[in-house]
Structures are given as structure tokens and as C-alpha cells.
């Protein structure tokens, strides 16, 4: 049998997959999906992205399609109740009798979707339309926004659109990689892999710098760990700015020609002299000279960064920040150069292209837009002003609407916010509040589940076709090749039998996934992710990675990957100009104190993908890590006579976890580090959210879930 070539459905490297079942004759599927063979997943050599590389995250994928999988619709009246099967019949009835009912009681504005990155396009597409275009309300978000809204929003501000300018071939072909807020080692392996080749191959023409309050298994391979003060990395930007400018390393034909701001920008830095830097980042003044000689000097400088970045108050500072220095140095539409966001979510990129989140539309578009709103309006035939001209409820603040009764439906689809979202008691007792709450999903049980009134069983990766973009902007087809279980539907094809049975008929007459897609790439025509050119029958024969407008003929590997926006230097804002944005930093939320002297920080693990509902179901995976530690400092530890494997009692402001302890030098002395996979499924009491806090960037909406201060107690 054919594998079925794929894309792996967990990070945003996005890696080829070819998927193939092992023989098993004299076993028929039944109409449960009993029987179905366990899937085994391998590399796929011809996917230009990964060419045959994955981790074992990918290579066990497999294992999940048939782990505690939800076959049927499940409806109880209210949470004390057990779940009863019913027929898809009831729960469409019920959907649309509340959808309708809380639109006329409390206006649409009272209705939330809240999706997700695990979205195929086509999904995300459909419930732009089914929510923005015929509800009338903005409120759809996804768990992006707890990933890269603060990269979004830097690229919008900084560029004039959302898109990572770089390609995974500036990996080999940079001379100084700058990675920042990115345990890319644990969380996007395969392009580490590709990297530390390189770098090791080129260790005297090639730098890498490690900016990580950590050493992790990435700053372990630098060739200089700045291991900054969290919460300082606006500070350490605008120092290394300061030296580049003190030392004349500028590209001012790209300054004078390409950008605006620069005067404002370049007065800024001069508050950030090196003594003054190296005090707020906690590094020494010279490691903080060494960076900026070795930015200066490099001819093709390619940042990278991740959750680090993005999860902070001032994540979008962070990322204008760091996008100004590629300005200022000309690193930016050229090989080797540029800032490149590493997506967290397999089709995070997708869902951006779709309009899916609260403030955007397809192609890029921004809903303060009124050219934008009108552009979509038409491209859906509804009547002007039918898009709201505001933006909608961003994630947090959908727990905030629910806290305060506002919210007459939650619609969850793919994630688990019941263990992702910051101040988990918090958000647990806003999730108990909803009177009506659908939670739409491939797996059960899962956290989020126990706060749902209707369960819906989503198809999944490989049961449903659809498209996915990886982090360099390739789109990949990925085929169903699998039956779902049970009654399991695709995502877009629940949101299209609403639309359908709200009255919205034309609008959701899509025959297959195919027919969704050529409507969504229609929209993206003369955008700056320009997909005119691509169709499921284009994709059927191999990746393509974007821009690919219909006037895209030659089907060259030159004209299908390996592409970099701005190479013309012409951006995409109105006048063609990149912006200089000039910030302050503003350091952490919550800062420790006497009361809560240490700084928590978060991340994730190798082995563990988000809220474990695929990884924590399969063997390998959930053996890596068993369980949660806290790494602490040997030095913090012995004040508090502990040692590694006994239990502590981490206390923030707004809850506690108790947890195994791990001491080890890879933290500095005052943070200590927690994973952020476990769930109260997974581990009693260990939820690195019962510790977080909700404050979020004022310009991405993005929370701080890098970052709080907590006190210990050896138990
Ligand atoms: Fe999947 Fe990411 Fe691992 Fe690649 S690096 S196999 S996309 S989890």
C-alpha cells in the first residue's frame, strides 16, 4: 500500500509525514473505528520543509487516532450531569435553537468561538464566515493568541502586514543566528537539528547567540548564552542598538530609502548605554559587546524566536524591537537574513491567512479596515456593513466576558483552555458560568470537557483533507486517509450545517474541502500572502510554499520554495515603507518581591505537546516525562534544604502546585522553571497556570504566561 504523504499535526515546523498502516488481514473496521490499524508515521524525504526529518513527536502520531476518541454527540443540561448520547440531528437542532435564542435575548455580540491552531484552513475559513460574515459578531479566536498574536502584531506594525519574511534555507545561509525566546532544541527540533549542522560545520564563519534566562539544551550550543534577566529583552534590543549605532554599523541607503521613524528611534537608544543595559539585563557588559560586534560584523543576520518573545506584556515591543535592529543593519530580504517567528500550532500560520482571529479577516486583513470589512463583504456577497467594525473578544477576554454573564454561548473547537489559559481557577470558574457551552473535539476526556454542555466528535488530522501552513509559509495538503470513529465530522463541515440551518443556505454550499478552499484563496488575491495560484489538485502533487499568485505558471522548485518577502525592500504598508517602532521596556508584570521572591518562568518539554491530549495518551511520549519538576538553582535550593526529588509548594498570588524538584545549574539563582503540559487529567494539583497571571500585551492581547513571581515552601 501507498503511504499517504502528509504533514505532522503538532508544531509549526511542519514536517512531511509519510503515514502507512502495517498489515493487519482479517480485521474489518467497525463503524466504531475498532479494527483500524494503528498508523505508523515516518519522514517524508520529498517534503521540501523537513526532507524526511521528524522527531518523535511525529514519528509517533500515529498511536493517538485511537486513543480515547469522542464517536458521538453528548449532551447534558447542566455541568452535575452525566453526558447522554444523541443523534447529530439533536445536537444541530439544539445548537441553532440557541444560537438563534441568544441572538435575539443578547445580540451576537453574546455569542464566542474559541478554535485553534490544530484547525485545517478550510475549518478556520468556514467559521470566520459562519461568525464575522452571517452572525454578525467578531467574536472568534484561537489559541494563536496565547502563541504569536504579539509576532502578529509586531509584524503589522513593523512591516504594514502579518508574514515571517525568512525561509527555513536562511538556516545555511546566515552568518549570525540570533536566537531569542526560543527553546528551539525542545520545541521546533528538526530546524535545530538543521541549524546546529550547519553551525558546527561552520563554526569559525558562523555565530550563535542564545538570549534565555535558561540554558537550555539551545543555549548549550551557542557560541554566547546571554542569559538575560526575564522580562529584559526590550532592554537588551535597544543596548545593542545603542553599540551598532555608536559604531556606524547602519545600512543608511536602507534607512533613508525603505523606512521611517529612524530619528525617533535612534534618540531612544540612547538611553540604553552599555553599563545601563547590562545592570537591567543582568549580563556583563561584555557579553553584551560581544553581541552587538558580532551583529554588526555579520553580513546575513537571522533572528529567530518563540514563546519567550510573544508571551509578555511587552511581547509586541519585543518583536518591533528586534525587528528595528534588522532595519537599521539591512538584514532583512536577502538570504540568511530577517525575523522569523517560529510558530508553536502545526496550522497557526493557516489560521492567520483565514482571518482567525478576533481583529483580523482573510488574506491578512485587519477588521479596523473599512476597505478590508468592505473587500470581505463582497467576496462573500453579504451586504456592506455586515462585518462589525470592531474587533472581537480576544481569548482572555472571553473568560472575562463569561466571569461577567456576558456570554449567552462558548463555542471551544481543538484546545483545551481549561489547562492553557493563565489564572486557571480563574478561568475554571468563568468556564463554569456559561449557560451553554459546546466543546467540539477529537478526544474525551479532556479538561475542558468537564465545563461542556454539548460535545461534538471532530474528525482529525487524517480523516478529514484539508491544508496546512507550516512557519515558513509552505502550504501542505493533507489527505484523509483514515475513516474518523464513529460519527466523528470535519470542523468546517459543522460549521457549514449550522450556517445552513441558520438560513444562511448559499453561503455554505461547499460540496467537499476543495470547493472551501478555492473560495478562501479567491480572498487572498493582490494580499501579500497571495494563494490565487494554488488549488487541492495543485497541492495533490507536493507542497507550494507562498506567495503564489494565479499568474505563478512555471512550476520550477525555484518558483515554489525557498522564497523571502521584501526582497524588493518595498513593505507592505501604504506608502511602502518599514516602521521603526521605539519602546521602553517595561519589564515584568509582577516583578519578584520580598513576599514572592522568585520568578517563575514556563516552557514546554521535548516530548510533550501542549495540554497532552494526543502525547500523554501515547507510551513513548508520556514515559519521556512522567511527570512534572520544578527546576531551581543549586544555590536557591540548599537555602531551602532541598534536594532534588523532594516536593515543594510553589505559591503565587492566585494558587499553588506541588511538585518534584529538580536542582540544576541551567537556571540562575532567583527563577525557577516549570512545564507547562500538565492539566489536573494529567497531575493532581501540578498546573503551571493555577501559578500565572492574565496580563496581557495592550497591543497583541497576548498574556504574560512566560512570568510571575511565586514564593517556595520545601514540603
Ligand atoms: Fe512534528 Fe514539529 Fe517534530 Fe517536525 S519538529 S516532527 S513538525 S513535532
New binding site residues.
Partial sequence: MKPAKT?????????G?EVLPPARPGRPVNRDGEGNPIWQAR?DRDHPS?KG???????T?GESLDRDRLKYPMLRESLDQPFKQVTWETAFSRIVQEIQQVRAERGPEAICMYGSGQFQTEDYYVAQKLLKGCLGTNNFDANSRLCMASAVAGYIKSFGSDGPPPCYDDLEKTDCAFLIGTNTADC????FNRLRKYHKKNKRKVKLIVVDPRRTDTAKEADLHLAIRPGSDVALLNGIAHLLLQRGRLDAALIDDCTTGFSDYAELVQHYPPERTAEICDISVQELETAADWWGQSKHVLSLWSMGMNQSIDGTAKVCSLINLHLMTGNIGKPGAGPFSLTGQ?NAMGGREAGGLCHILPGYRVIKNAKHRRAIEQGWQLPEGSIAPQPGLAAWDMMLALERGEVGLFWVAATNPAVSMPDIERTKAALSRSPFTICQDAYYPTETAAYAHLLLPAAQWGEKTGTMT?SERVVTLCPAFRQPPGEAKADWEIFAEVGRRLGFGPQFDFQDAAQVYREFVSLTAGQLCDMTGLSHDQLAKGPVQWPYPATTCAETAADKFDKRLYTDLRFATEDGRARFHPFHAKGLAEPPDPSYPFVLTTGRLYGH?HTQTRTGRIEKTAEMHPHPVLEINPRDAQKLKIQSEEWVEVRSRRGYARLPVLVTQNIARGTVFMPMHWGFLWANQAEVNALTHPEVCPMSLQPELKACAVQLTAI
Fill in positions: 504533514l505532522c499535526p503538532y508544531c509549526g515546523v511542519g514536517c509525514l519522514g523537513s526529518k521528524v522527531c518523535v513527536k511525529g514519528a502520531v521546533h527540533p528538526i530546524i502545526p507550516n505537546w
